[in-house]
């Protein structure tokens, strides 16, 4: 039986509000990672939960390798204050604004 339930990386370190509003929902699924996970490590966690759709970075980077152990990704956006500018490495797979 097919499913539209949605698997969704998020940081530990992502605030209570908006894990409870991804949490309320039940088409979403949280696996939540380290802020400061190895890029080994994130790329085994995502080959390991695959298919991931969504991803909310923290320090972690995010390329074509993390697109592909993916499995499906969907969105891909970083936690950031208002004081922190994003910064994303260029990916012909996507573009950050």
């Known amino acids: 039986m097919a499913t539209n ?3 969704i990386f998020v940081t530990q370190t992502l605030s209570q509000g908006a894990r ?3 949490t309320q929902r039940d088409d979403i699924e949280l696996v939540e990672f380290p802020n400061l996970i190895s890029a080994k490590d994130f790329e085994a966690l995502l080959k390991s939960h695959a298919p991931v ?3 909310a970075l923290g320090a972690t980077a995010f390329g074509e390798t993390e697109l ?6 969907k969105v891909v956006t ?4 208002a004081s922190t ?3 994303c490495p ?7 604004r």
Do not use: F, N, Q, Y
């Open 5 to 7: 339930k949605k698997k």
């Open 20 to 22: 409870a509003l991804l």
């Open 53 to 55: 759709h969504g991803v």
């Open 68 to 73: 592909e152990a993916s499995g499906d990704m």
């Open 78 to 81: 970083r936690i950031a204050s």
């Open 85 to 87: 500018p994003s910064t």
């Open 90 to 96: 260029p990916s012909p797979a996507a573009r950050c």
